[in-house]
């Protein structure tokens, strides 16, 4: 039974910073592509990041270009989303996904709220 377990949110106000993990133990992580999820009350899950097995190609939604990052450790099985300048409409739940042409696997979520 593959797991992806976030961790890392939590409270923050405007213009601060989080650093989000994701953790896939006893999994073939570096075959995966790895992407960020996020979903605000009464809004649809929105894409905000993905990074592919390699690591050497990323994309993001237009909404955090600029202030998000997404990294991946392939030694640790491990995907980030470093979000700097962060808004009050980048609080949602943010999910990790693991995708590949075989199966996709989902985080159980981690809240992220930015508020003064």
């Known amino acids: 039974q593959v797991q992806l377990v976030e961790s890392g949110g939590g409270l923050v106000q405007p213009g601060g910073s989080l650093r989000l993990s994701c953790a896939a133990p006893?999994?073939?992580?570096?075959?995966?592509?790895m992407k960020w999820y996020r979903q605000a009350p009464g809004k649809e899950r929105e894409l905000v990041a993905t990074?592919?097995?390699?690591?050497?190609?990323?994309n993001y939604a237009n909404s955090v270009k600029g202030r998000f990052t997404i990294s991946r450790d392939n030694s640790k099985n491990t995907v980030y989303l470093q979000m700097n300048s962060l808004k009050f409409e980048d609080t949602a739940v943010y999910y990790c996904?693991?995708?590949?042409?075989?199966?996709?696997?989902w985080g159980q979520g981690t809240q992220v709220t930015v508020s003064s």
């Open positions: 990074i592919i097995n390699t690591g050497d190609f990323t």
């Open positions: 006893g999994f073939k992580f570096s075959t995966y592509v």
């Open positions: 996904n693991a995708w590949n042409l075989i199966a996709e696997y």
